[in-house]
């Protein structure tokens, strides 16, 4: 006997929700202290926090990298920097850049590799010598082992967008800035090539750059050439976009972004890749789901 249209309509879309529910949507974000964050104040915790994997080495107000263990949590500041006075940890984008993407529809998974004080030309250059470009080798070795981990829990890996915040180091040097835009056009290029190293298709990945703020300590040098360099860039590149920050406010250190403004750094990498992406697999899913069903239903009345 033929089984009813309705049941396999409704199997097909039934099977088609559990292969979506096996796929991951992966977000790298990495840079310097303002990719990290330095800020401890404003957090509060969200139902959607629970629902982003997060994978992370950064560092706080001290050099020292504080990791996830080489394993996903969810979403959440760094533990707590009691040796400061501090009883919540730092946090940076990334807490309002998850709960942005999870409605958008994704099923999100974030990976962040920052750290204070690092520069393009040598901490994060693909090509240095091995001893100087100690960010660009620890971003390999964390990405690689993030991306196996998920792997080996089953998941299908989209990559679906690289963030980008760093520079500030680089403009306080007039060489380095003078040769910023060279380096971040090798470094873009390297990104998608050591992903795809990895046998991963990264050949739709977004990638987002927040201009460094003009007006801080850093900037105030050869801001302006950095921020042009990275405009140049993203321009160029067919995936590229970029958003600024001079509009938000700063600490009184005139080099970090306050808590507020933090959270809108979060904001903007998700919509400003929003603005360059078609939606997400998982609300074209929903879409097809919500067609299946009206189709069955239609045919029943039909009847």
């Not at 990264?202 to 201009?211: D, H, Y």
């Amino acid at each position: 006997m033929k089984r009813p249209l309705l049941y396999c309509l409704l199997l097909a879309a039934v099977t088609s929700i559990q292969t979506s529910a096996e796929t991951i949507d992966v977000f790298f974000l990495a840079g310097q202290s303002n990719a990290s964050g330095r800020v401890y104040s404003g957090y509060t915790e969200d139902a959607r926090d629970s629902q982003v994997l997060y994978y992370y080495q950064s560092d706080g107000p001290s050099a020292a990298n504080v990791t996830s263990g080489g394993e996903f949590t969810t979403l959440q500041p760094l533990p707590a920097a009691t040796e400061y006075g501090y009883d919540s940890g730092f946090y940076g984008p990334e807490i309002t850049l998850g709960r942005a993407l999870v409605d958008q529809g994704y099923n999100t998974a974030i990976i962040k590799v920052s750290d204070g004080g690092t520069n393009l030309r040598d901490d994060w250059n693909p090509n240095g010598s091995g001893t100087e470009n100690t960010m660009w080798l620890d971003w390999q070795s964390q990405v690689a082992n993030a991306l196996s981990t998920l792997n080996s829990e089953g998941y299908t890996i989209n990559l679906r967008a690289f963030f980008w915040y760093q520079g500030e180091s680089d403009a306080d040097n007039a060489y380095y800035s003078s040769v910023y835009e060279t380096y971040f056009t090798s470094f873009t290029t390297e990104v998608y090539a050591y992903l795809g190293d990895l046998g991963y298709d990264s050949s739709n990945m977004q990638f987002v750059t927040a201009l460094i703020h003009e007006d801080g300590a850093y900037a105030a040098t050869d801001g302006s050439e950095v921020r042009a360099a990275q405009q140049s860039v993203m321009d160029t590149l067919d995936l590229g976009a970029w958003f600024d920050t001079s509009d938000l406010t700063l600490q009184s250190d005139n080099m970090h972004l306050d808590a507020s403004s933090i959270q809108t750094v979060g904001e903007r990498f998700a919509s400003t890749y929003a603005a360059a992406v078609p939606e997400p697999a998982s609300f074209a899913l929903g879409l097809g789901f919500a067609a299946m069903l009206t189709i069955a239903f239609s045919k029943i009345r039909r009847r």
